[in-house]
Nanobody, 124 residues
Framework: QVQLVESGGGLVQPGGSLRLSCAAS????????MGWYRQAPEKQRELVAS???????NYADSVKGRFTISRDNAKNTAYLQMNSLKPEDTAVYYC??????????????????WGQGTQVTVSS
């Protein structure tokens, strides 16, 4: 089995910064794309940023220039550095990853996993 565990959320004032972490654990063979999504109250979950294993990144227009996604492949961990935070960034942030796992007879294909979410609140 695989777990994605997010950390680093909290309350921050507008203009402040937070760094989210997402650690994958379990019988992991390889990890493909890792991403961060967010969901605000009464809104659809949306992609914030993603990064492939080779390091190429993709960002939502609303966070370009303010957020930076990165990953440490040796630690099976992804990060989201969030700067210049705005009240509209308030949401539950979810980690997502495509992971191939070991099982008794070999290795699986890439499967999609979600973390449990971490709350980010931007307010004065």
């Amino acid at each position: 089995q695989v777990q994605l565990v997010e950390s680093g959320g909290g309350l921050v004032q507008p203009g402040g910064s937070l760094r989210l972490s997402c650690a994958a654990s379990g019988s992991i063979f390889s990890i493909g794309t890792m991403g961060w999504y967010r969901q605000a109250p009464e809104k659809q979950r949306e992609l914030v940023a993603s990064i492939i294993s080779g390091g190429t990144t993709n960002y939502a227009d609303s966070v370009k220039g303010r957020f930076t996604i990165s990953r440490d492949n040796a630690k099976n961990t992804a990060y989201l550095q969030m700067n210049s935070l705005k009240p509209e960034d308030t949401a539950v942030y979810y980690c997502n990853a495509d992971i191939a796992i070991y099982y008794r007879d070999g290795v699986s294909s890439l499967r999609n996993y979600w973390g449990q979410g971490t709350q980010v609140t931007v307010s004065s």
